[in-house]
């Protein structure tokens, strides 16, 4: 559930019959594909958390680049608005048309990627799927360095187009770190050739920045070659259970200094997140107040990690930080059940009554300060509101070494608090996290069409001046994925 | 030594008494600073090597970003052209004035900067001298990831500016992926306040990555927040001796394996650069056809990293690569003396004869064909030149995990070979290293004044079209360091 304005559609054309068959008579390649089906297009009109729905009535799934080119080229021609999509799997409705957009998917440019040992990099198509690529990059002893739970679904395109985040990025960086090379069909039709497998490349300004994050708003990225790493040949992991909050910013201290360059992932669950979850291999006592932390190393050497492992826990313990119990993965089998406590968290909960989905980012001292605030604002903190703890549950969890917290509101009753929740979180937590805490609006999930409202608290109106100004460069007719970003 | 040519004056206007009045008088903290003094002037007007002169009559160094805004502001109004100007440590002219340009100096944007042990960062001022920083970082356990030859002398903001790359590029990272906000004033004197000690910030475009490489065109970087490491308690140091080219794939192919995460530095010098070189040293046999590689350690145990690096020695006995010789240093006092050789390079290259340098990158397989073919033209092998290798060198050496081969002629002769060389090199070096070889012109250097005509080879007309809209976007009147880049 979220606040979100649909916005008035744009003088864009309609799309008429000729418009359609011109569109699909461009494509002529065998892998290509159309459709004006309204059942097809029902998945594709829809996002994923089934918010938003739009009323496009083309879909074209071009299988080249040139194929991409000639159909951006018509429809800026033709003043036709255009969704581009890749696996639309986004949390900010940034890949769903919102009016009529034809839906231009990037889904059948997903050639199997190519692995370059040598290099360390992939040269992949947009349409790719992450977890492919996982794999093709493992079978030659390579690591992608996004990992996230749409992994199945999500393509690499959409991926870079977010700059998406995920929980190995302490480790291994963004996609936009991690990017090297890209090739762009700009909205006017124009292929913009910027793919390397350099890892060093200062010959001018650096153009695929523009593309990376933007949302497919200012050009679709149709291949990309990514930064590949040595795949680990040791992965450990360690789950600890901290008093409160103050104890896990010392955990990850002593973690950054005993674990260092093996620290793989530090993320963080407060104790009602998993009481609401209801996860049942939980393996602590449930304690209010209470922190987990999942702590994974990846490493060349499987002693060495465990060695520093074993330093990390010593450390915590000379420091006298308050570790209520801990678990030291055995095998592979436990290491998958203790990260599935962490990534089976998003949907158990969303399972729990209706959820409020808010992912925001903060210096790390103040990461937990959000879920605090909006907690002391319902229960009573303001005078105003009383929503009990039985019926709405404030819980947080995220990627602690990023500062990126996923505050998530459920409420259990799935609709009786609608009204005040509505109030409380929209613009509450976004001002609270903006203006109190100088954190971002959106740490890894972009703004699309629902934080649209919110982005004036993380930017000031000169830089999203300039924004729009870019805006204006690249899509002089506004025709791409319209209605999103700004 | 290199070819480039002197750009006609734009039509910017004259620096009058009254402008130059005004712009003084707009300064009015105590640090700021303001010289009409040609003695003064002499050192802001040429470059590093001493290759460009410029004859700009201003120099003004605001110490404040409101008086940087007020300066670029008149400057705009009155349509004054503006070097920017950092510690003019760069070797593609990039920050000298080519004619009369006002030049607009960030030394006095040099307050202490701030080191942040909990965000793991800095907050610093243009200003600052990167030793400096370092300095000050490591004080707090803490690491800058840039570390470079010119760190005693070069500025945070020109090495953000710049992209600089520099010998731990490979493990931590360039410039750009280790910046997270940045305080920017554009030509027209607005300030753009992109700060942020944010490590996952998805909210609209990235606007920081339009100045981050950029060179100075697009607006001046006054304040930055970068990222800092946890700095290593274990660095250890090996050089090796093989015998040719496709054993030093072989050995960093072992590197990455055997180190991974450990790995901090892979760096190569041929046999010739070594020679020509002449230093006192050099603890191996000098070899035709030989490369000498360090190879740099950084870890959280000296234990485990002593380890690794034997795991590594071991890998390459296992896998029979050539090693003639090898030292595995023994102590601090070693480590340094082994850096030495490769950090002193390039002065004592330059001190042997009148230089040609070329900072180029490669996919690594193709690192050394650069300066292979260079060597075939003029040993002969076009069957035009004869260049006698006692009379002229011709050597590469560079940070082979990045792909960055430093390609330098050495005419020994300090004259006699000049028009050969220069009808062999330009643009032959560049035309081989762009379109034989899809290399990059520049790796890590920039463009600046040197290259601006050698950029086509490496970038598209569609592409550099783009650069020049967003120039244009940025910089109506073209005052902000013109004649550089594009």
Redesign the interface.
Known sequence: MCAWKKPVRGAFAELTKQHSDKLQSLLSHSRSKASTAADVLETYNRDWMRQVHGNSRLLISPATTSEMASILAYCNEHRLAVCPQGGNTGLVFGSTPVHDEVIVSTARMNNAPEIHP???STTTEAGVILQVLQQDAKAQ?LLVPLDMGSKGSCFIGGALS??A?GIH??RY??M??NCLGLEVVTPQG?????M????????????K??F???EGT?GIITKAEVKLF?Y??SSQVVLLHVSNFSEV?RTF?CA???????LSAFEVMDAESLLCSGLADYPFEHIKGSFTILVET????HE?DF??LG?FVQACEDEKINVLAQVLSQSEQQTRKLWSLREELPVKLAQAGTIYKFDV?????QFYDVVEHIRGVARNGSGKFQLPEDEVAIVGYG?F????VHLNIIDRTRGKHTADLKEILYPGAYEFTAKAR??????????GLQ?KEY?SL???P???E??R??KK??DPNGILNPYK??
Not at 298 to 301: I, R, S
Not at 401 to 404: K, W
């Open positions: 040598t290099t360390m002893g977010t700059n985040g990025f302490a960086g963004s936009r770190s124009q292929i913009l050739d910027l390397s497998s350099l890892r060093k490349d200062n010959a001018g300004y650096d153009l920045q523009l990376v994050g933007s200012l040595p680990p040949k910013l201290s950054t200094r005993t674990l260092s360059e093996c990846h490493g060349a050497d060495h060695a520093k330093n980012s903060f210096p790390l001292p990627h070494g990023d500062g990126n100088r954190g971002s609006v959106s740490a890894e999930h972009g703004i934080k982005m993380s930017r000031s000169e830089v999203i300039v924004m100004q870019l460069m690249m970003v700004l």
